[in-house]
């Protein structure tokens, strides 16, 4: 199984940009997938998260101004950010719980897209 996120790159303060995340493999189900970020010379954070029914939750940091979504027919997550800022600067990585077969689910981690906000 892998995650590769897409999408990252420079962008002005108060800007757009949206990452996409494709699990490939062999696999036959995704239950929760997510975005972390990891800001240099800090731990790694979560951002969003969204079940494969659809249920989203946010870090305080971003509510308001980034929306994760997913399509289940193509196993891809995608996060859209609006109004970035400098303090959004970071590595974003893809995370997936992934079932192989129809036993429990194998956590696994993309290899990281770097966003950068100018300010």
């Known amino acids: 199984v892998q995650l590769v996120e897409s999408g990252g790159g420079l962008v002005q303060a108060g800007g757009s940009l949206r990452l996409s995340c494709a699990a490939s493999g062999r696999f036959v189900s995704i239950d929760d997938m997510a975005w972390y970020r990891q800001a240099p010379g800090k731990q790694r954070e979560l951002v969003s998260t969204?079940?494969?029914?659809?249920?989203?939750n946010y870090a305080d940091s971003v509510k308001g101004r980034f929306t994760i979504s997913r399509d289940n027919g193509k196993n891809m997550v995608y996060l859209q950010m609006n109004s970035l800022k400098p303090e959004d600067t970071a590595v974003y990585y893809c995370?997936?719980?992934?079932?192989?077969?129809?036993?429990?689910?194998?956590?696994?981690w993309g290899q990281g897209t770097q966003v950068t906000v100018s300010s």
């Open positions: 969204i079940t494969s029914g659809g249920n989203k």
């Open positions: 995370n997936a719980d992934v079932r192989p077969n129809w036993s429990r689910a194998t956590n696994y």
